[in-house]
């Protein structure tokens, strides 16, 4: 894990997500997620967690288990730290469809700089 993701005040970008990727919570897990990211910059990801492994591609994933949509600037606050991913996700900042037992476990997969206080 670099600590360059820390000191980046814009946040963690998704593609970089297998850098920080706590493989050791996610032994028996499959999941597929897809990252849809509006603004400068935004896209959609599709991030594959099999059995401890995570890999990261562009595109689209017509297989996804949950899609976690929302805004770069607020996808950079989450994975920043600045602003708390629940808060977000109750705001309406972020939405999630598909299975949202999944969707729970997303955050806890990486290391994410943790909320400021």
Known sequence: MSSSFYDDPVGIPVESLPNIFRADLAQHLRATY????????????TVRIDQGKCEVRSGKAPDADVVIATDVETWHAVTS???????????????????LY???????????????S
Request: glycine share 18%.
């Open 81 to 99: 730290g600045v602003l708390d991913g629940e808060s977000a996700y109750y705001s309406g900042r972020v939405t999630i469809s598909g299975d």
């Open 102 to 116: 999944t969707a729970q476990h997303f955050a806890s997969l990486f290391r994410f700089k943790p909320p400021m």
């Open 34 to 45: 897809q990252i849809s990211l509006r603004g400068t910059g935004g896209g959609d990801w």
